[in-house]
Every structure is written in structure tokens, then in C-alpha cells.
């Protein structure tokens, strides 16, 4: 299967276009107001993230499939357990979380998915995923039963990220956690988009215009942002 939304990505990084994906909770979501969901998101967003640490059975899917009658924005998996997985999303962040050491996140969910990806028209994109200190404990932390990176410690991020790059990923996931008091830090970024040549995502705890033009131009290629964001910060093209 080609890989369309991957290249499309390259693409758009390669001529220098931000990326903006909104990451949508479906524990949070309410399928029966997509539209005005929808019209409330920045102007500027060019994906869609649907996931959570902890989702109920079939609300992926759910949320998913309202969302896909209202935009053709591209929808990306970005899945805390293998059941959520559906192949109505456009493409799945296959996920390996390098800042841990529990085994069933770095395979043993992965191996549990193959039944449904197997046959699955999703495009797979290989995500190596970090996790980084945020301020405060969570979600991700506690269901995956591991510690996230602390920011100090600068060389073990940019070495998890390049033995990520090494191990295969074609993208690099800096995540501070759903809620951090404070986003990852800019020489983070910088540092970590130097050493690799695969796209690098930042998302967690950013909330501001302000937050997102200091990712970007630390050298982000993609921004993430949760559901909880203020319209009026994001007014202005960027």
C-alpha cells in the first residue's frame, strides 16, 4: 500500500508549511456536535488525532466515523490500547513508546494489533513515541506503567530519539503529557530535530499561539494540541 498521507506529510514539511493536528479525545467527544466541533478548531489545522489512554469499547470508531461525514481533513489514529483501532481513520501512528521500559508497549501491544491490521487499508506510520516531563502525572504514564523523560537530561531525549530513527520510526513523538503544566522545552526541540532526519512532533501542554511559533521555530514540524484550547489564540494565520 502507498503510502499517501506519509508522503503528503514529507511534502508539505519539505516546502515549509506548518502542520496542526487537534487531538480528539473520544472519551470527551460528542459525536452528535462534530459540526460545531469542527467550526471551532483552528482555521490553520491540517489534521486530525483521535485517542486516549483510556477509551471506552467502540468509541473510537465512533467518533471517527462523524467525524469523516463532516471534513475531509485527514484522520489519524493515535491509539492507547490496540482495541482502538479502526479501519474507518485514514492512518494509524503505530506507536512504540521508547522512553519506557515496559515491554508491552514497546511490542506487546503491537503484536496484539497485527489481527487487525493485518488486512487493514489504514496507511501505518512507524511513531517513535518519548515521553517527556510535563510538570504533573499523566495519563500516559500511568496506564503504560513507565516514567517520562526528565528535561534536563537533554542528551537522553536526543539519543531515545535517534535510536528511534535507528530502530526504524518514520517520525519522532515528543509528548509532554495530556494537561502538562509546561510544553517541551525549546532547546529539547531544537536538539532533537538536529540529530534526526525524520519528521518530529511536539504536542502536550501547548495551549497558545505564542507556545505553538516556539515549537515551530524550534524545530518542529508538526504541533499538537488537546480539545481544551481558546479559539481567540489562534485567530491570526501563522
Request: a negative charge; proline letters at 4%; glycine letters at 8%.
Amino acid at each position: 500500500m502507498e503510502d499517501i498521507f506519509y508522503k503528503n506529510l514529507l511534502k508539505s514539511i519539505a516546502e515549509k508549511e506548518r502542520q496542526l493536528a487537534i487531538l480528539i479525545d473520544p472519551d470527551k467527544f460528542n459525536s452528535s456536535e462534530t459540526d460545531s466541533f469542527l467550526k471551532k478548531i483552528p482555521k490553520q489545522t491540517t489534521h486530525l488525532f483521535v485517542g486516549g489512554s483510556t477509551v471506552a469499547n467502540g468509541e473510537t470508531e465512533a467518533t471517527v466515523k462523524a467525524l469523516k461525514v463532516a471534513t475531509k481533513l485527514p484522520i489519524f489514529l493515535f491509539p492507547g490500547d490496540w482495541s482502538h483501532i479502526t479501519h474507518f481513520a485514514d492512518a494509524l501512528l503505530f506507536l512504540t513508546l521508547l522512553s519506557g521500559r515496559n515491554a508491552e508497549y514497546l511490542v506487546g501491544q503491537q503484536i496484539k494489533s497485527i489481527s487487525k491490521l493485518k488486512n487493514s487499508s489504514l496507511e501505518i506510520i512507524s511513531t517513535g513515541y518519548i515521553l517527556i516531563d510535563g510538570g504533573n502525572g499523566s495519563a500516559v504514564s500511568k496506564v503504560t506503567n513507565t516514567e517520562p523523560l526528565p528535561q534536563e537530561n537533554i542528551e537522553n531525549i536526543v539519543h531515545t530519539a535517534l535510536a528511534g530513527q535507528f530502530i526504524g520510526a518514520k517520525i519522532i513523538y515528543l509528548e509532554a503529557g495530556s494537561g502538562a503544566k509546561f510544553p517541551v522545552k525549546p532547546e529539547i526541540i531544537s536538539e532533537v530535530k538536529k540529530a534526526i532526519n525524520i519528521p518530529l512532533i511536539v504536542g502536550g501542554g501547548i495551549k497558545t499561539e505564542a507556545q505553538n511559533n516556539t515549537a515551530y521555530e524550534a524545530g518542529a514540524d508538526m504541533v499538537v494540541m488537546g480539545t481544551a484550547f481558546e479559539k481567540s489564540h489562534f485567530d491570526s494565520a501563522q
